[in-house]
């Protein structure tokens, strides 16, 4: 009954990745982190390369290590409602994304601004003045990349949507970077919201195709920064957070410039509260989770 319970809450935990993962300015990777699975899918992942690569090489010590290293219990229903959270939230958020920008943006701000505890609680103690300002030079850079015009309005041959999701891949496994909203920036969002939506097969393969290519030559590198420069990387990761507040601005023109705020600063105020708090629960319950699963001494 356990396991079952823990299955169904991995299912939860990888819906709630899916729907970040289509929404322009919200990180799939931040919410791995909320949820406390992203540790877990990296390693996963990457053991899941190794795998591959051992294929190839043929090495069995290789394949066997390898295999031990991924956590299917939490892979497998973690992936199978990631998939149900894009093609659920796509049909669901493309709506309330067109009729109110203005308040999704706000939520969505909220849920980042919340979201900065967690990687600022993983590096802890090791806080330095470096790292700090390291941390800002990130943010500052994130916050102009996000001002940056899109490409154009998307490209009709496949040939550039492979490049496009292994570009877009990298949201997935580093917090703090939308994929989304680098593939608005590559002017490929609307075509693959599309696709997702009118169940483009021959596009959404090529989409897969790309995106694990792009993760196969990233994980392995995130999860030895992660293990070797832990405070560094999870610094980096704070900054890219920080700074990808600016393409969650409630107010801005059609063009990314930011507006000053309308008349309804007291709803979106509100609409920021409710994703900080939606924040909070997450953790809360996570922490709740993690000291149910904690063996006492």
Do not use: K
Not at 31 to 43: C, E, H, M, N, R
Request: with cysteine; hydrophobic share 60%.
């Amino acid at each position: 009954m356990t396991s079952l319970w823990g299955g169904v809450l991995n299912v939860l935990r990888g819906f709630l990745i899916g729907l970040a993962e289509i929404v322009p300015g919200v990180s799939g990777g931040t919410i791995a982190l909320i949820v406390g699975v992203y540790q877990t899918l990296i390693s996963s992942a990457a053991s899941i390369v190794r795998l591959a690569l051992s294929g190839f090489r043929r090495t069995g010590a290789d394949s066997r290590g390898a295999q031990e290293g991924i956590s299917w219990p939490v892979v497998i229903p973690v992936a199978l409602g990631m998939v149900a959270g894009i093609f659920g939230g796509a049909a669901l958020l493309e709506p309330l994304l067109d009729e109110y920008p203005v308040y999704a943006r706000a939520v969505f701000a909220g849920l980042i601004l919340a979201s900065l505890w967690v990687p600022l609680r993983m590096v802890g103690s090791s806080w330095t003045p470096a790292l700090g300002v390291g941390a800002a030079g990130v943010a500052g850079a994130t916050f102009v990349a996000m001002g940056l015009p899109a490409l154009g309005a998307g490209v009709d041959s496949l040939l550039w949507v492979a490049p496009a999701a292994a570009v877009a891949v990298c949201a997935l496994v580093l917090p703090g970077v939308s994929g989304s909203y680098l593939l608005v920036t590559l002017g490929m969002y609307q075509p693959t919201l599309e696709a997702v939506n009118t169940r483009d097969f021959a596009y959404l393969g090529v989409f897969v195709l790309g995106a694990i290519v792009g993760l196969a030559a990233f994980v392995r590198v995130l999860q030895w920064l992660l293990a070797s420069h832990t405070a560094l990387t999870l610094t980096i990761m704070t900054g890219l957070m920080l700074g990808s507040l600016r393409a969650l601005w409630p107010w801005q023109g059609e063009d990314r410039t930011l507006l000053a705020p309308a008349d309804d600063v007291a709803v979106v105020v509100g609409c920021a509260l409710a994703g900080v708090l939606a924040v909070v629960v997450l953790i809360i319950a996570q922490a709740a989770l993690a000291r149910r699963h904690t063996p006492s001494a």
